[in-house]
């Protein structure tokens, strides 16, 4: 039984069984690990009156779709993202590696938000006040008009929306709050779920926006893995490495827009600079006449984007020979690598094989097959591709080349950048012919892609 002076108990994830206290496995079903803390719903009296009346159903064809009021942050790149804008009430959630820059792009949200005249809240449970002026001041913020609290007891923000009515809140992050009526430690599912739904359910009936940032866990999911998603209207994440300042902001769900968006950023001294032209940037250090290069005409969601793939393929001494790809899947990879062995009778059996998506990306589009091919064909015969080639389609198992989508997208985005000739896959070539001052090359197979660039 549950004591009455008990405000929470502990629900097993996969079977909805419910115990006082928390155990290692669910006495249920014997999952492991699988109890979380939940808070008590308040009971109602038996018979009692029902809080609130039922809402009334009213037709479709009468509900006015304008009722969304979005505003422009200020960063391009986020609005577009965001579908446009920032929606009134809506929740946002920013997931990421630690250090990606998630604190950096919600305080330049909060200073472009400010500058427009919109009071804003800034809950930093991560950092002291001071830590985050300091940051303001590197990312020349003024901080006018941002207000900010070190608090993270989750009811005392919410009564912090309530009393200073903000247009926006930024809450950094949601792993550091917790909820009085949960027992468990800041950070665990329970006190995630808790203290989200609670800001969340603030948020929505004051009608500020809110900003939750949240740190991805090794498995690469958000803390309190998934659990958030459904709580919230926009789940965005920011990636990119560490090693790169290259960042992409990607949309996996988004209520009020596509999440076929991408914002690109790059990490600067003085913070997040949009990267308005991402191809040149994702090119700028691509060597010419070196072999092993290739330039992919990928798409980022419904943005075409120009990537350069390298390859470096060398003699192993190894009996087994290694075969590594960054931003890249690594099953894709082995398989391109055995149809060029097989088909192109290359020798790669007793090669090491490099690949590597140059400026920090990861492209996981069949498109980039013929771009792999390229490379990995090119660094093995040591002969440069054409520095004006951009190349994409997808290779088959009996090394045909199929076609992708949007291909003329992509032949568009190759000829704003300058790009003379595109080898692509026949099957795109044929509605495209001639396109935009750019030569298309269309190829049905893995020799006439060989002809094309002269490797055969
Ligand atoms: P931060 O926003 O703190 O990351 P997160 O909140 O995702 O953990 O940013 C972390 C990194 O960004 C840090 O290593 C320093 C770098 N940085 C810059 O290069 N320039 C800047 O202006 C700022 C504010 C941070
Ligand atoms: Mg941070």
């Avoid at 009430?89 to 950096?104: E, M, Q």
């Avoid at 390298?310 to 290694?322: E, F, H, I, K, W």
């Avoid at 090394?399 to 080898?423: D, H, K």
Wanted: charged letters at 20%; glycine letters at 12%; proline letters at 5%.
């Amino acid at each position: 039984m549950v004591d009455k002076a008990r405000r929470s108990v502990f629900v097993c994830q996969e079977c909805g069984h419910s115990v006082p206290r928390w155990l290692g496995q669910c006495p249920n079903c014997n999952g492991w690990n699988s109890l979380v803390e939940e808070a008590l719903p308040e009971v109602r009296p038996r018979g009692g009156r029902r809080a609130s009346a039922p809402a009334a159903p009213r037709p479709l064809a009468d509900v006015t779709a304008s009722g969304a009021l979005r505003r422009r942050t200020g960063l391009a790149e986020l609005d577009r993202v965001l579908g446009g804008g920032l929606v009134q009430g809506s929740i946002v959630l920013v997931g990421g590696d630690p250090g990606i820059g998630k604190s950096t792009l919600a305080l330049q949200a909060c200073g472009a938000l400010a500058g427009q005249g919109l009071p804003v809240l800034y809950v930093a449970g991560e950092e002291s006040p001071e830590q985050v002026r300091l940051r303001a001041d590197r990312l020349g913020l003024a901080g006018a008009g941002v207000l900010i609290v070190a608090e993270t007891a989750a009811e005392a923000v919410a009564e912090l929306i309530e009393s200073t009515r903000p247009a926006a809140v930024v809450v950094d992050s949601i792993q550091t709050l917790h909820s009085m009526a949960l027992g468990s430690a800041p950070g665990s599912v329970g006190q995630v779920r808790e203290s989200a739904a609670l800001l969340v359910a603030r948020c929505k009936a004051s009608g500020v926006a809110c900003f939750l940032i949240g740190h991805v866990t090794k498995e690469g999911a958000l803390a309190g893995p998934r659990v958030l998603e459904h709580l919230v209207d926009t789940v965005l994440y920011f990636e990119g490495d560490g090693a790169h300042a290259l960042r992409v902001l990607r949309a996996v769900k988004n209520r009020f827009g596509s999440t076929n968006e991408v914002g690109v950023f790059e990490m600067r001294e003085s913070g997040l600079a949009e990267v308005a032209n991402p191809s040149a940037a994702f090119l700028a250090e691509r060597p010419v006449d070196a072999p092993g290069s290739a330039v992919l005409a990928t798409l980022e969601g419904s943005r075409p984007m120009l990537v350069e793939i390298q390859a470096l393929v060398s003699r192993s001494g190894l009996a087994l020979p290694r075969r590594t790809a960054i931003g890249l899947d690594a099953g894709r990879v082995a398989l391109l690598l055995a149809v060029l062995e097989k088909r192109m009778r290359m020798p790669l059996h007793e090669q090491d094989v490099f690949l590597n998506v140059a400026g920090g990306l990861r492209v996981d589009e069949p498109a980039a097959d013929l771009a792999v091919v390229a490379a990995a064909a090119s660094s093995a015969s040591g002969r440069a591709l054409d520095a004006d080639l951009v190349v994409w389609g997808e290779v088959g198992l009996t090394g045909e080349v199929r076609a992708v989508s949007r291909a003329e997208a992509r032949l568009r985005e190759a000829a704003r950048q300058g790009f003379g000739r595109c080898v692509l896959p026949a099957g795109n070539a044929r509605a495209l012919a001639g396109t935009d001052g750019v030569v298309v090359h269309g190829v049905a197979t893995l020799e006439q892609l060989f002809e094309a660039l002269a490797l055969a």
